[in-house]
């Protein structure tokens, strides 16, 4: 438990630098922005437990020696810890456990290290019971920086400006 | 042109083939009208796998046309506004471009396939269509995604979300009372009827062509 406390402690004080940054840089309300999400000890990716291969390993063609698997969750409820910043309270993150329907689930991989997945998640809500989708769908990257299995840095990937295959790949997975 | 897609927790279409009746009605209505130019309207649907990038890219970039997409808007990680909306093969940004996935099957039949993510963004995509609907969560936030045409997007309200049920019963009533302000009411009044909590407050708004 103490260890949890300690994680989320350290991702905290890691936002809250990220906008003290902003903030000098505009010199105006503190905004709530982030692109990156580091946690020492990994994050669940959401639907990889027991995940089946939907798509064999196919070459990345832009990317020479990287290669991706398209996989098909078997976990009927995900779930993901979603950090939004709040549209109505400037400056304020909401956390929150949310369902979700996976839409994709990538892995990418050099010579059969895997490295990122790449989840392309749909937001559900939960009625009487039952799930259902909404119409807001998001995308994520998940890195293991040093080969160590854990998949540390939770990165966007939903935007004009965010690359669709990993970027930056690192250094470990292109050794040897 | 309607093009939807999205898919439930698991990973299976669910708009397409769905509200058959209210979108007959919609089709309906569109034929029964001609254009400015004397010319019978037509109606055409593309849903679930074909609603792909190159299809909507195709229909947003036809002059004389009326684009209206229902599924999952995009909203980064971190981010408080959508960025973008989300087709079966990738994913438009408006005028701001658009990327989605090709895959090559291999040369020999023990060679493994390849995949590639074209892209235009950095260049941009067209947006000649006379108007475009977006009924997505939030989708009202690409405006400047859309203003060379006359745009409609929707506020998705306090919870932020509406259901994709909800967006393509608005988007049906929309078409049903070919488009504008009327259709912008014909669109509310779905939500007014939704059933469903989260959609309270959602609301269509729309943006005249600059």
């Known amino acids: 438990m103490r260890r949890i406390i300690l994680t989320m ?45 939907k798509v064999k390993r196919m070459a ?22 979603v950090f939004r910043c709040s549209r109505d309270h400037v400056g304020r993150m909401e956390i929150d456990e949310i369902p979700i329907g996976i839409i994709t689930l990538w892995a990418f991989d050099f010579g059969g290290r895997t490295f990122a997945y790449r989840l392309s998640y749909g937001i559900d809500t939960i009625e009487n019971g039952q799930r259902m989708p909404t119409g807001s769908a998001a ?24 690359s669709v295959a990993p970027a930056p790949i690192p250094e470990w997975v292109t050794k040897e | ?8 927790n698991l990973g299976r279409e669910v708009l397409a083939g769905t509200h058959t009746k209210e979108w007959n009605v919609a089709a309906r209505s569109i034929t029964s009208q001609k254009d400015a130019k004397g010319n019978s309207n037509t109606f055409h649907m593309i849903e679930g796998p074909a609603a792909t990038v190159e299809a909507y890219k195709a229909a947003i970039s036809k002059p004389d046309t009326h684009v209206v997409f229902v599924g999952h808007s995009l909203r980064p990680e971190g981010a408080t506004h959508e960025t973008g909306i989300q087709l ?49 969560c939030n989708t009202y936030d690409l405006t400047q995604q859309y203003v060379s045409t006359n745009f409609t ?24 009372a070919g488009g504008g302000q009327p259709g912008n009411n014909a669109s509310n009044a ?11 407050g959602s609301n269509v708004e729309s943006d005249p062509a600059q």
Not at chain 1, 9 to 33: D, H, N, W
Not at chain 1, 140 to 155: A, C, E, N, P, T
């Open chain 1, 9 to 53: 402690a350290a991702m905290i004080v890691f936002l809250g630098g990220s906008y003290s940054q902003q903030s000098r840089e505009k010199g105006s309300p503190t905004p709530c922005s982030y692109s990156e999400l580091y946690r020492k000890d990994g994050w669940m990716v959401p639907g990889l437990k027991g995940a089946k291969i």
């Open chain 1, 60 to 81: 990345v063609e832009d990317s020479p020696g990287m290669s991706m698997m398209v996989l098909e969750p078997t976990e009927p409820e995900p779930t993901i810890t």
């Open chain 1, 139 to 162: 995308n994520v990257m998940f890195y293991d920086l040093d080969g160590s299995g854990r998949f540390v840095l939770r990165k966007s990937a939903g935007g004009p400006s965010d």
């Open chain 2, 1 to 8: 042109m309607v093009i939807r897609t999205a898919t439930d």
């Open chain 2, 88 to 136: 079966s093969n990738g994913e438009s940004y408006g005028k701001e471009g658009s990327w989605s996935t090709k895959v090559t099957p291999g040369q020999t039949p023990d060679s493994p396939p390849s995949v590639t993510f074209p892209s235009t963004v950095g260049m941009g995509d067209t947006v000649s269509a006379s108007s475009v609907a977006l009924f997505g």
């Open chain 2, 153 to 176: 997007g929707v506020q998705s309200g306090k919870d932020g979300v509406t259901m994709t049920d909800t967006l393509d019963l608005m988007a049906a009533s929309w078409v049903s």
């Open chain 2, 190 to 200: 779905a939500v007014d009827n939704s059933p469903h909590r989260v959609d309270t």
